[in-house]
Nanobody, 116 residues
């Protein structure tokens, strides 16, 4: 059974940091590109960052470049999103996704709220 379980969300003040984790099981994690998306209330789903299967290449949305870092540990079947210098506009549900060819798996998401 495929599972992606996000954790690490919460309420943080502007300028603060959070580290999200996404633990995977039920598929060959090390073969999949891993993505972080986010969805704010009333908005569409936005791609935040992704990392290749081996972890050698990463890509970021312009809105988070220089503030967020995606990484993965294939031994632990986990992908991370380190979020620094958070802004109120980063408030959203953050979801991880695993993709390989036509296969795509989603987690349930974790809420991140940036507010004073």
């Amino acid at each position: 059974q495929v599972q992606l379980v996000e954790s690490g969300g919460g309420l943080v003040q502007p300028g603060g940091s959070l580290r999200l984790s996404c633990a995977a099981s039920g598929f060959t994690f090390s073969s999949y590109v891993m993505y972080w998306y986010r969805q704010a209330p009333g908005k569409g789903r936005e791609l935040v960052a992704f990392i290749t299967a081996t972890g050698t290449s990463t890509t970021y949305a312009d809105s988070v470049k220089g503030r967020f870092t995606i990484s993965r540990d294939n031994a632990k079947n986990t992908v991370y999103l380190q979020m620094n210098t958070l802004k109120p506009e980063d408030t959203a549900v953050y979801l991880c996704n695993a993709g390989l060819n036509f296969r795509s798996y989603w987690g349930q998401g974790t809420q991140v709220t940036v507010s004073s």
